[in-house]
């Protein structure tokens, strides 16, 4: 388990409102920290299997999004992601980095990292995406279920819901038993409103200007990693080859027998893949 530290935004936010993340590592110069953001309806935790395999070498920092996680005090304006982005620019100016970050997200919390690098790309050093949802054109038949306000497909609100949410999203056979099922389920009821409103926010404000953000990546020199599911159900695979074309210093892996959630099903070849490419692309050359 990763030591988790608040950080509290005092002079720019309500002494109520606080961003939760866990930390494992220091600060090194001449190496990017690696800043790890989450999915929609996850928190910094589905990045534990992923930082776990990463050597302690490496200065790693995965955070609660606004409304997610122990994230708390933020009101409905901070889930826009023009927002959100805002407030990861002063978060992130809170921890005073050293080098520009790579920063590191999966499903929208990889279009948070796009539209973080568009706007703040003097801060970024490296970005990973991790089959975000690559906007109207290869939208799926779940996005688009869940564009019309059909949610029950990653917010289940019965158990046979959920059976079949984590049968779509994932390929890998999770075993629980029915009473730790049960549990988990009951937890997750009491967010599944927020999580609604968060997800209508995000297709009213964000999602139909995804694809202009996405073509502001053209004029990204960093260097950029895409990784994605073959067998993504959500997000569709034709979306990676899309974004490696806008970014001109790109690399694509597609893992076999993977879903959506990347994390469930590939943590430690996550985590692998995304070190042999920092050592391909050393911060001295990233910033050329």
Not at 137 to 164: C, F, N, V, W
Not at 223 to 232: H, K, L, S, T, V
């Amino acid at each position: 388990m990763l030591p988790c530290r608040i950080g509290l935004l005092k002079s720019i936010l309500k002494s109520t409102a606080r961003i939760c993340y866990c930390e494992k590592g220091v600060k090194v110069a001449g190496q990017p920290s690696l800043i790890f953001i989450h999915g929609f309806a996850s928190s910094k935790r589905t990045w534990l299997s992923v930082i776990k395999h990463i050597p302690h070498t490496y200065h790693c920092i995965a955070i609660d999004l606004p409304g997610h996680g122990e994230s708390i005090g933020f009101n409905e304006e901070y889930y826009i992601g023009a927002n959100v982005i805002d407030l990861l620019k002063q978060f992130f100016d809170k921890l005073h980095f050293i080098e520009p970050i790579c920063l590191i997200g999966e499903s929208m919390g990889g279009s948070i990292v796009a539209m973080f690098a568009t706007k703040y790309p003097f801060d970024v050093g490296i970005i990973c995406l991790l089959s975000p949802p690559p906007g109207e054109e290869y939208e799926t038949d779940l996005l688009q279920q869940l564009r019309s306000g059909t949610y029950h497909s990653i917010l289940p609100e019965t158990l046979k819901q959920y059976h079949a949410a984590v049968k779509s999203l994932s390929e890998k056979k999770i075993r629980l038993t029915r009473l730790l099922t049960k549990k988990y389920f009951k937890t997750h009821l009491h967010t599944v409103n927020q999580y609604q409103r968060i997800l209508q926010i995000a297709f009213e404000h964000d999602y139909p200007n995804l694809g202009e953000t996405y073509k502001q990546l053209k004029y990204h020199t960093c260097p950029a990693f895409i990784i994605w599911g073959r067998e993504d159900k959500l997000c569709h695979p034709a979306g990676a080859q899309y974004l490696a074309k806008l970014l001109s210093k790109s690399e694509l892996i597609i893992f076999d027998d993977c879903g959506h959630l990347i994390t469930v099903d590939k943590p430690e070849e996550t985590a692998d893949a995304i070190i042999n490419f920092l050592e391909r692309n050393p911060y001295y050359e990233s910033r050329l």
